[in-house]
């Protein structure tokens, strides 16, 4: 079964540091995988998407992911956090093949501290 | 470019009242769409999908005469919650995505209140 986990409830990281919030998954075949965004009280925002392809992904808003097959992960980072960049991260995978549905991971809240 | 807006943004109705939430992709014809229920400081729980001028597929533990689905066109999707009881109150998301793109474009969430 395809499962996707964020082992981090919060991670706090101070403003102008990098940043990595950890996701890593279980799937059969291959995985497509996501990141996205929620601000408080809002919908979530996509932040980038890996199919294929480079192993490094760029997304919005500068953040990045790097898929690394062995080790089943697809961490989200950014070279540099903002104050703004504080809110609620969602990995997700695709649940199967042939369907757009997700697996979401449980989420990890990132604060980003001035 | 991929907007989804969801009216109302909020909405608190009595117990026993039915609440539509509509979902509209502005900008690009959303062949599927999903809605979900998020409850506080918790993942997304997706409760069906729908695809245009079919019927809704629900998941398992959702109640499809409770939570009618309709997609009657490339760019509306409703969601009505019927009888609605206090532990429905929740925010509802939907989101929706087009023919050969993965990814799902998000609505800003509907938070339902019923008393």
């Known amino acids: 079964a395809q499962s996707v986990a964020q082992p981090e409830d919060q991670v706090n990281v101070a403003e102008g540091n990098p940043l990595t919030v950890k996701c890593t998954y279980s799937?059969?075949?291959?995985?497509?995988l996501f990141w996205y965004v929620q601000y408080p009280n809002r919908g979530l925002q996509f932040l980038l998407k890996y199919i294929t392809g480079d192993n490094l992904v760029k997304g919005s808003y500068g953040f990045e992911a790097e898929f690394n097959k062995s080790q089943t992960s697809f961490h989200l980072k950014k070279p540099s956090a903002l104050v703004s960049d504080s809110a609620l991260y969602f990995c997700a995978v695709r649940r199967g093949r042939g369907t757009y549905k997700y697996i979401f991971g449980t989420g990890t809240r990132l604060k980003v501290l001035a | 470019g991929a907007v989804v807006s969801q009216h109302p943004s909020r909405v608190i109705c009595k117990s026993g009242t039915s609440v539509k939430i509509e979902c509209r992709s502005l900008?690009?014809?959303?062949?599927?769409m999903f809605w979900y229920r998020q409850f506080p400081k918790q993942s997304l729980m997706l409760m069906a999908t729908s695809n245009e001028g079919s019927k809704a597929t629900y998941e398992q533990g959702v109640e499809k005469d409770k939570f009618l689905i309709n997609h009657a066109s490339l760019t509306l999707s409703t969601l009505t919650v019927t009888s609605a009881h206090p532990e429905d109150s929740s925010f509802y998301i939907c989101?929706?995505?087009?023919?050969?793109?993965?990814?799902?474009?998000f609505g800003p969430g509907t938070r339902l209140t019923v008393t």
């Open positions: 989101s929706a995505s087009s023919g050969g793109r993965y990814e799902q474009y």
């Open positions: 799937v059969s075949g291959n995985p497509y």
């Open positions: 900008d690009f014809q959303a062949t599927t």
